[in-house]
């Protein structure tokens, strides 16, 4: 028997952040509120996640990332 196993990072929207101001490409916009997590696959499908949450914020115009302020 053959198993295929491996990984996948499944990402979700949380929503918007208004008005951020890009400082790589000079836009002002409303940011995505972006979350991933790695999950382990076998045959494809997602069985457990393998990482914790990550949280990140990125200029939907430029695709720059930026951490998640603490507040
Ligand atoms: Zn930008």
Redesign the pocket.
């Known amino acids: 028997m053959i198993l295929i196993f491996g990984t996948k990072r499944k990402f979700k929207n949380l929503g918007a952040l208004e008005n951020c101001h890009?400082?790589?490409?000079?836009?002002t916009?409303d940011w995505n509120f972006m979350e991933y997590r790695d999950w382990f696959t076998l045959f494809w499908i997602p069985v457990f996640p393998i990482s914790g949450r990550k949280e990140y914020l990125e200029?939907?115009?430029?695709?720059?990332v930026y951490d998640v302020p603490k507040d």
């Open positions: 890009c400082s790589r490409c000079n836009n916009s200029c939907p115009i430029c695709r720059q």
